[in-house]
C-alpha cells in the first residue's frame, strides 16, 4: 500500500501538535508530582516543585508560540531567525521568571524548585521517543 507522503504544511501541523502536546504532558506530570508532595510532605515543597516546572515550562511555550505562530512553510533563514529571537526571548522570560520567584515567593524549597526546573528540562531528552515526526 503506498501513501502519498506528507507536504510540507502537513508536516508542520503535525509537528505544531506533537510539541504542544508534549508541554500538556509536562504540565500534567508536574501537577502529579505536586499533588503527591503535598499528602505526603508539605505544601511548600508541592508549590515549589511546580513552581520550577512552571518556570521551566511557560520560556519553551514562548518558543513554541514563536516557532509555530500562523503555521506557514517559512525558508530555512526565516527559521534560523525565529529560532534565535525565540531562543533569546526563551532566555529573558526564565530570568524574569526566576527573578520574581525568588524575591516574591516565601517560604520557598530551593531543592525543590530547582526539581522541578531541572526535571522538566531534562524530560526535553525524552521528546524524540514521545514526538515521532
Known amino acids: 500500500m503506498h501513501t502519498k507522503p506528507l507536504s510540507a504544511k502537513e508536516l508542520l501541523s503535525i509537528k505544531k501538535r506533537s510539541i504542544f502536546l508534549f508541554m ?3 504540565l500534567v506530570f508536574a501537577l502529579i508530582i505536586a499533588i503527591v508532595l503535598f499528602f505526603t510532605n508539605d505544601y ?3 508549590y515549589s516543585f511546580l513552581l520550577g516546572c512552571t518556570v521551566s515550562i511557560v520560556p519553551s511555550f514562548y518558543m513554541a508560540l514563536r516557532i509555530f505562530w500562523g503555521a506557514k512553510v517559512r525558508t530555512a533563514q526565516q527559521t534560523v531567525k525565529l529560532f534565535y529571537k525565540g531562543e533569546a526571548g526563551k532566555l529573558i522570560i526564565a530570568a524574569l521568571l526566576l527573578a520574581l520567584v525568588f524575591n516574591f515567593v516565601q517560604p520557598l524549597s ?8 531541572g526535571t522538566v528540562i531534562l524530560s526535553h ?3 524524540p521517543v514521545i514526538i515521532k515526526y
Do not use: D, K, P
Open 125 to 127: 531528552w525524552l521528546s
Open 24 to 26: 500538556l504532558w509536562q
Open 44 to 46: 511548600v515543597y508541592a
Open 110 to 117: 530551593a531543592g525543590l524548585f530547582f526539581t522541578g526546573f
